[in-house]
């Protein structure tokens, strides 16, 4: 069931030049949401115009009642949603898409890998998986250090390893030559990232033949199936990223 909800704004903080993080909350008890799905946020332009931007979900906190969107200020909207303040109403229709798959037993091995602002679904994820009693292992990748995000919030769910294409924090270079996937074996990744990192990952996963599902970013406008502009080529024909999605195994996938 989706909801059409008027957030109000708790807070915007800036987490480095391109980032902030929105926490939001409502009068009444957010609604069920998975790991995965997305928001669509409105963003007024015009008083007669308005689009809406498809936003994941970083994180759910249930004991403060709070929604929180991770943001890369990229464009017009996402640069309003920077200057939002305290008190300040955000139109959220939500929860959208479909979600990573959760384990059947708890000792399942998951890792999970996020790439620039493909590490907001990760948080919610890992900290769903906590909940399961299984401990995730995250590997997230940046182009620097300043460019990791929200780790002291990862660090407390599981086993936290980093990458930067300039060695200023963890491993040097791309998520795919960390030493973790050379010295461990998973039973299941979860990627979300810029497309030529999900490759790699999805690569590395079909060739140890390892589960792997990834989140795809492509356009999106609509949400809900109906502006067809988000269109995938899959193993079952064209697929909307916005309805069947952005959740996909990589097996669906032409990659
Ligand atoms: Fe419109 Fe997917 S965004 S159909």
Redesign the pocket.
Known sequence: KKFCLDLTVVSVSKINDRYVLIKLTHNEELPQMEPGQFVEVRVDGSPTTFLRRPISINFVDRKNNQLWLLVATVGDGTHKMAQLKEGEILNCVLPLGKSFTMPQQPQEKYLLVGGGVGTAPMLYLGEQLKKMGCTPTFLLGARSQKDLLELEYFEPLGRLFVTTEDGTAGEKGFVTNHSILQNETFDRICVCGPTPMMKAVAQYARQNNIECEVSLENM???????????VEKTTEGNL????DGPVFNIKQLLW
Request: charged fraction near 0%; hydrophobic fraction near 40%; include cysteine.
């Open positions: 999106m406008a609509c949400g809900v199936g109906a502006c067809l502009c988000c909307c990223v916005c309805t």
